[in-house]
């Protein structure tokens, strides 16, 4: 099966800090994602890539910036954390999007 | 844009019942994917089930069951015979061709199975 994993499951920071959220998929994958997922808004996306060094901006970009050196990975950097960017995050990764998306177990951040 | 609207926010079900969880979308396609991915207390997103807008056929994976009403752009998840385990969010996704398109999410339906 294919894994992705997050690096971490609850992290705590304080406002500033610049955040990085490490996100690994064992299985090749083109596709990976970051969401953002809040209580009454459901999932939404911050950025996406569909290859090494590449990376396009979803719906809510603001405050966030992504990095994608190796395939395998995809990091989701905080540049200076705010209480707002409190929330759960999610990764997932997919070779065709067309089968689903296989997800990560989520990063809980809170911000201090 | 696409949107995707579940109208429950919370729905509950006795053990063994049937329950059916509603989604509707609203996009210009014609051709798309649909999707229901379950996220119980675990946070592990797990994907259900899924459509192809061009089939007819209604899809099924044991228990659960879809009613996918193109010209409405209405796909909705059923769940026979429901199970504790059942209890989780569900969500229900869109996505346009081509196929690496990020899914488009709904707000989810959190739903409770009672013993």
């Known amino acids: 099966d294919v894994k992705v994993t997050q690096s971490s499951r609850y992290l705590v920071k304080r406002t500033g800090e610049k955040v990085f959220l490490e996100c690994v998929q064992d299985?090749?994958?083109?596709?990976m994602f970051w969401y953002r997922q809040d209580p009454g808004l459901g999932l939404r996306l911050i950025y996406f890539?569909?290859?090494?060094?590449?990376?396009e901006k979803g719906d809510i970009p603001e405050g966030y910036s992504v990095s994608r050196e190796k395939k395998e990975r995809f990091s989701l950097i905080l540049e200076s954390a705010s209480t707002n960017q409190t929330s759960m995050y999610l990764c997932?990764?997919?070779?065709?999007?067309?089968?689903?998306?296989?997800f990560g177990s989520g990063t809980r951040l809170t911000v201090v | 844009a696409q949107t995707v609207t579940q109208s429950q926010p919370e729905m509950s079900v006795q053990e063994a019942e049937t329950v059916t969880l509603s989604c509707t979308y609203d996009t210009s396609e014609n051709n798309y994917y649909l999707f229901w991915y379950k996220q119980p207390p675990s946070r592990q997103m797990i994907l259900v089930i899924r459509?192809?807008?061009?089939?007819?056929q209604n899809a099924t994976e044991n228990r659960f069951s879809v009613n996918f009403q193109k010209a409405a752009k209405s796909f909705s998840l059923k769940i026979s015979d429901s199970q504790l385990g059942d209890t989780a969010m569900y969500f229900c996704?869109?996505?346009?061709?081509?196929?690496?398109?990020?899914?488009?999410f709904g707000k989810g339906t959190r739903l409770s199975v009672i013993a």
């Open positions: 459509q192809e807008a061009y089939k007819q």
């Open positions: 996704a869109f996505m346009r061709l081509p196929g690496n398109t990020p899914l488009v």
């Open positions: 299985m090749d994958h083109e596709n």
């Open positions: 997932a990764s997919s070779l065709q999007g067309i089968y689903g998306y296989t």
């Open positions: 890539s569909y290859d090494v060094k590449m990376k």
